[in-house]
C-alpha cells in the first residue's frame, strides 16, 4: 500500500493517511455530501489515519492541522475546484482498463513524442488527445511524454508550478481523461511518460509547510525551497515522493517517468534517494515484467546519472543528452552561438555522435571551470536525443520553433542529424510537420505580486540568455491561445512535404539495422572539408551498413567513398519528392545508384547502403 492519500475500497469505505510528523492533532473535515469532522488516530512515523465506512466516492475534503483550519489534502488525488479548494476522493476501481497484456515498448522502437496536453489541441484535455493518436503511430511515435499534469494554479501553466504531486490537472480533464488517454494510447501500441517535478513545489496552493518539513533549509534551487530528502524528518518525504512514482504507475499504468532538473535534488545521505526510488520500483509486483523508464533531465554531463546503483550511479534508464542539440542547433543556425558560445564546431558534433556529452571535463567559458565527465563507454540507449523542446523553443523571446528559426533544407538537414544519431530520438509536438506556432511560457496565477515576479523572472532570463527585446505577458490569455500547435498546417504545402520526410526518417530509425544499433563500437564519424560530416552506422550483426553524409556548408563537397564496397542511394534531401514546393504524389523509394565518390551539394543529406563487397 501506498503510505499517504486516500484508498477507497469497492465496498466504499476508505481509508484517509496523512503525514504531518510535527502536529500533534489531526482532524478529517468531510465537507459534501455531508459536513462532518472526525478526530484521526496517531501512528508511527508522524502518520495521522482515518478509516471511513460508507464513503460516497463523490466527497470533498479537508485536513485541519493542530485546528489551524481548512487545507488541501498534500496527496490529494483531485483538487475539481483548484489549489486552494477542497479534496476529493477518487474509486480508482471504477475505471475498466483493457490493456491487461500490455508490457511497454523497448529501447529500440522507443520513439518519444513530448506534448503539452493544454496547447497540444484546442481543447486543452486528455480526451482530445486520444484522435490525434493513429496519426502519431503513422509518423513512428511509440511514446507520448507529457509535460507535468500535477495540479497547479489555474488553467494555464507549463506544468512546472505544481503543488500537489498526485493530483491531475483539473482543467485537463482529472484523473478519468489521464486514464481513458493511458488506455487508448496502449491500445494503438503507445507508451505514456509523465514529466514529473521533484525538486520543488511551486508558489501558489503550497500548503506543505503546514503538514511537515517537506521543504530544505539546506539548499535552494533558482524556482524556491528544496524538498528536503536528507534532514530532519526527510523519512517521511522520501517515501512520499518515491510512492508518488509508484503511485501513477498502478492507479494509471504509466510507462515511466521524465524528472525534472534532477541536479536540484540534494541528497547527502548514506542511501540516495534515487537508490531509494530504484529499490521500490524494483520490488513492486505491479511492474513486474514491465518497461518502467527513469529519464533523469541532468545538467551534471556525468555519466553516473545512467549507471547501476551497485557502481554508484542514479540508476537512470536515459537522460536528456542537451549536448547533443546544442551541437547540432549552432551549425544550422547562423544564430546559434549567441545563446551556446561554447559549441560552434563540427568536431564537437562528430563528439556528440561518438561519444555522447561534448563537454567531458574541458574548460566551458559561460560557467567559468571544467565541466564534465566522458560518457564514451555509456551505450546510446541511455541518452534521449533532440533538436527541439519545450525549454529551447519556449525559453526564446519570440517562442520560435526550429522551422521559423532556419530554412527548409536546413530543417531537413538537422532532422536526418538526428534521426541517423545512436540515440533514442524525441519530438516536440508540432515538429513532425514542421508546425510555426510560437510556443511561449504561461501562467495563470491569482496573487498580482507572483505575477510581477514571474513576468520579471522572464525577462531577467531572456537578458541572461543575451536575447533582444522582451516576451509576452506570461499571465495573458492570448500568450496561452497563441501557443496551440496549428493541425491544419499539416495539411499544407511544406508541412506534408516535411511530415513525410519525418516519417520516413522514423521508420529508417526503428527497422533499419544499422540505425537500430545502440552500440558506439559499431559506428565512427569523420570531417570533411570542415564543414560536412560522414558518419558511419553499422549494425550489430555486422551485417549491414550505412554512410551518412551531412553538408553543413555552403559550398559542394566530394566525399570517395571506400572502394572495396558497392552503395545505392537509400535516402537524398535534394530529390524532387522532399522539395518544399513538391505538390506530386507521396515519396516513393529512391532507387538505388553505384557510386565511387559522392558530390554533396550545400545543406544535402544523404543515406547510402552498402550492397555487398567488390
Known amino acids: 500500500m501506498l503510505d499517504v492519500g486516500t484508498f477507497y475500497r469497492e465496498n466504499q469505505s476508505c481509508l484517509f493517511r496523512v503525514w504531518a510528523p510535527l502536529c500533534k492533532q489531526m482532524t478529517l473535515h468531510l465537507v459534501h455530501p455531508d459536513d462532518q469532522k472526525i478526530e484521526m488516530s496517531a501512528q508511527p512515523g508522524g502518520y495521522f489515519v482515518a478509516d471511513v465506512p460508507n464513503l460516497s466516492p463523490a466527497t470533498l475534503y479537508y485536513y485541519q492541522p493542530d485546528e489551524q483550519g481548512d487545507y488541501p489534502d498534500p496527496a490529494s488525488h483531485y483538487q475539481p475546484e483548484g489549489v486552494h479548494r477542497a479534496s476529493k476522493v477518487v474509486n480508482h476501481h471504477a475505471f475498466s482498463w483493457n490493456d491487461q497484456t500490455w508490457t511497454g515498448v523497448n529501447p529500440e522502437s522507443l520513439v518519444i513524442y513530448e506534448l503539452h496536453v493544454g496547447t497540444f489541441t484546442t481543447e486543452g484535455t486528455f480526451e482530445a488527445i486520444i484522435p490525434r493518436l493513429q496519426d502519431l503511430k503513422e509518423i513512428g511515435v511509440t511514446a507520448l511524454q507529457l509535460m507535468p499534469i500535477a495540479q497547479f494554479p489555474g488553467n494555464r501553466n507549463w506544468g512546472y508550478d505544481g503543488v500537489y504531486p498526485y493530483a491531475v490537472q483539473n482543467s485537463y480533464g482529472g484523473p478519468d481523461g489521464l486514464k481513458k488517454l493511458v488506455d487508448a494510447a496502449h491500445a494503438n501500441g503507445i507508451a505514456v511518460l509523465l514529466d514529473v517535478v521533484y525538486n520543488h513545489l511551486g508558489p501558489e496552493g503550497n500548503y506543505l509547510d503546514v503538514f511537515g518539513p517537506y521543504f530544505s533549509d539546506t539548499y535552494k534551487t533558482p524556482w524556491g525551497k528544496a524538498i528536503n530528502f536528507d534532514g530532519p524528518h526527510s523519512d517521511g518525504v522520501r517515501e512520499f515522493f518515491a510512492n508518488n512514482a509508484l503511485y501513477w504507475a498502478r492507479y494509471f499504468h504509466i510507462d515511466g517517468l521524465r524528472f525534472d532538473a534532477i541536479h ?123 533538436i527541439q523542446n519545450h525549454d529551447q523553443v519556449g525559453n526564446r523571446v519570440k517562442g520560435e520553433r526550429l522551422s521559423v528559426l532556419v530554412d527548409f533544407d536546413r530543417l531537413k538537414l538537422a532532422t536526418g542529424a538526428l534521426w541517423c544519431a545512436p540515440y533514442i530520438p524525441m519530438l516536440f509536438m508540432g515538429e513532425e510537420y514542421a508546425d510555426e506556432t510560437p510556443f511561449y511560457y504561461f501562467v495563470s496565477h491569482s496573487d498580482p505580486e507572483l505575477i510581477a515576479a514571474v513576468t520579471e523572472g522572464r525577462n531577467n532570463l531572456f537578458a541572461a540568455l543575451k536575447a533582444p527585446g522582451k516576451g509576452p505577458d506570461p499571465q495573458e490569455i492570448d500568450t496561452f491561445k497563441n501557443s496551440i500547435i496549428d493541425w491544419e498546417q499539416a495539411k499544407s504545402s511544406h508541412h506534408k512535404v516535411f511530415r513525410e520526410w519525418t516519417k520516413k526518417l522514423a521508420r529508417l530509425k526503428t527497422t533499419h539495422p544499422a540505425l537500430k544499433c545502440f552500440d558506439r563500437n559499431n559506428l565512427w564519424c569523420d570531417v570533411v572539408e570542415q564543414q560536412g560530416l560522414a558518419l558511419f552506422r553499422r549494425s550489430s550483426d555486422e551485417q549491414h551498413l550505412l554512410l551518412i553524409l551531412m553538408n553543413f556548408g555552403n559550398k559542394t563537397l566530394r566525399y570517395n567513398l571506400p572502394t572495396d564496397q558497392k552503395w545505392g542511394l537509400l535516402l537524398d534531401s535534394t530529390d524532387a519528392f522532399w522539395q518544399r514546393d513538391y505538390t506530386g504524389n507521396d515519396p516513393a523509394t529512391t532507387a538505388s545508384t553505384i557510386k565511387t565518390s559522392f558530390s554533396l551539394k550545400p545543406l544535402q543529406f544523404v543515406i547510402l547502403e552498402q550492397q555487398d563487397q567488390v
Open 264 to 386: 536540484e535534488i540534494f541528497d547527502r545521505g548514506a542511501i540516495h534517494f534515487w537508490e531509494f526510488l530504484n529499490k521500490k520500483i524494483e520490488h513492486d509486483d505491479f511492474l513486474a515484467g514491465k518497461n518502467f523508464w527513469l529519464i533523469a533531465e541532468s545538467d551534471l554531463n556525468d555519466p553516473k546519472v545512467v549507471q547501476p546503483n551497485d557502481l554508484g550511479g542514479f540508476g537512470f534508464t536515459a537522460q536528456w543528452l542537451d549536448d547533443f542539440h546544442h551541437a547540432l542547433y549552432v551549425l544550422v543556425d547562423q544564430n546559434g552561438q549567441e545563446q551556446y558560445g561554447d559549441f560552434g564546431s563540427l568536431r564537437q558534433l562528430q563528439k556528440a555522435y561518438l561519444s555522447g556529452f561534448v563537454h567531458s571535463g574541458d574548460y566551458v567559458a559561460a560557467r567559468k571551470k571544467k565541466y564534465g565527465r566522458s560518457s564514451a563507454a555509456i551505450s546510446g540507449d541511455h541518452f534521449i536525443a533532440f
